[in-house]
């Protein structure tokens, strides 16, 4: 059973920083990604960043340059140092695992419980 537990939400006022941190426990037969995708009520959920299993980066473009993930491969965990914050990005942010659960198994999201960023003065 694979479990993502998030941290690090909360209230921060624009143009501040915030972490957020997603520790996965349980095991796969393969990652393909670790990332955080974040959703507004009433829109699609929009990826945010995602680092894949061999270290390649994507993010989004509105946070290109204020936001950096990170994976901590000691605790399982995947990492988002957010700055420059404004009221845009506000959202519940959720941690993502892209994986094959066995090798016979197809692809599959798992999904973190989610955590609200609210920035606001």
């Known amino acids: 059973q694979v479990q993502l537990v998030e941290s690090g939400g909360g209230l921060v006022q624009p143009g501040g920083s915030l972490s957020l941190s997603c520790v996965v426990s349980?095991?796969?037969?393969?990652?393909?990604?670790m990332g955080w995708y974040r959703q507004a009520p009433g829109k699609q959920r929009e990826l945010v960043a995602n680092i894949t299993a061999g270290g390649n980066v994507t993010y989004a473009d509105s946070v290109k340059g204020r936001f950096t993930i990170s994976r901590d491969n000691a605790k399982n965990a995947v990492n988002l140092q957010m700055s420059s914050l404004t009221p845009e990005d506000t959202d519940v942010y959720y941690c993502n695992v892209r994986a094959f659960p066995t090798y016979r198994m197809r692809r599959y999201d798992y999904w973190g419980q989610g955590t609200q960023v609210t920035v606001s003065s």
């Open positions: 349980g095991s796969v037969f393969r990652v393909v990604a």
